[in-house]
């Protein structure tokens, strides 16, 4: 026979359980090392010169005495200099004799004039030189020693030393001449690399479909004014008296093969 129980004042049973806290109990959870090495990094970027460990304990709450894991991650950063013995770290640059505008044009005219394969240099390469870097870059740029160009493909900013040693005088003729010339489109550029048998069909017909899928994008963008994409509506034409406007509708992308 099953026993039935009968609680006296199920309210305050239930009172009790829900009175129940947890404020006893530490719940910390744990950082990643990979998470802390970023975090040190970013702290030594900041902060130029040689940190203890103790400093960084202070500073950022981080103790690398007691995470061997995360003292194995900064041994083998490139970016980080540790001295374990005086348990300590600095940031390393990845060019460290850039510490000024000075040491950046002095480094620019004797890689180039030695014709070291750092060039073209990048902004991403000289960003971490020291604070200010940007603008000193720039600064060159301005006094006619660079040549700027900025690369579409990896959104970075590329420079090239104007070896004085090429410098031409020309007449102004032959100047005109030269800034008169237009650079073709890509569409003619591709069509003429297919006909030298340097581009195949297939190359050609996706960089046109993707200038295309570029063009749809930008209009749609500009005519809802903002960055969001809707799904395209796809039609298949289904009835032959149709087939006279096939030609205009697979130029607007409006036709789905199927």
Known sequence: MAHVYHLSNPKQMYKKRSSYTFDKVELKKERHAADLQNEVIEYLK?????HSFEELVEDINVNIATHSELLSFLKHN??????ENKQSLSYCPTFPTITSKGNLKSFIIEKAQSHATIFPLSLSQVSDAYSGVE???????AENMLYKVSDPESKDTIY?????SFHLTVDEDIGDIWRSIEMPSEIVVEQSLMDAGMMTLVDHEEGHQQRKRKQKVAVRKQKSG???TRKQRKYVITNTHM???LNWLGENGKVSKK
Do not use: A, F, Q, W
Not at 46 to 50: D, P, V
Not at 78 to 83: A, G, I, Q
Not at 135 to 141: A, F, G, Q
């Open 160 to 164: 090239y030393y104007k070896d004085p």
């Open 226 to 228: 903002g960055s969001g």
């Open 135 to 141: 603008l000193d870059i720039e600064e060159l740029v």
């Open 46 to 50: 900041e902060n130029r010169g040689e």
């Open 78 to 83: 490139p970016k980080v200099t540790l001295n």
């Open 243 to 245: 087939m006279d406007e």
